[in-house]
């Protein structure tokens, strides 16, 4: 019965101690970059170096712009500007691989 006790003693102070928590545990963590505001202007394509979709777990589909000066912009996805530059850079960078 001693072993028993201490057995779950151990037991629970491991998973009281334990930092690794399951992803699907985590009901408050969310992505790092989602977006909450859109810009709702287009930029001239010279000034793009990157764009990317936000995270699925995010709660609004978006575009991450990212800018020759280092800057972050958020477009919404159903912006047409954003669709064609995502389109356009991933389409053009498939075709070189």
């Not at 699907?24 to 970059?33: D, F, T």
Request: hydrophobic content about 35%; charged content about 15%.
């Amino acid at each position: 019965m001693k072993t028993l006790c201490f057995t779950l003693g151990l037991l629970l102070l491991t998973v009281c101690c334990c930092k690794a928590m399951p992803k699907a545990l985590q009901l408050n963590a969310a992505p790092g970059n989602c977006c909450f505001n859109f810009y709702t202007r287009s930029l001239p394509l010279k000034l793009v170096t990157s764009i990317t979709k936000t995270h699925s777990a995010c709660p609004k589909k978006a575009f991450i712009v990212r800018t020759v000066d280092g800057k972050q912009i958020c477009y919404n996805q159903t912006f047409q500007w954003g669709l064609d530059v995502y389109n356009q850079l991933h389409e053009g960078s498939n075709q070189q691989h």
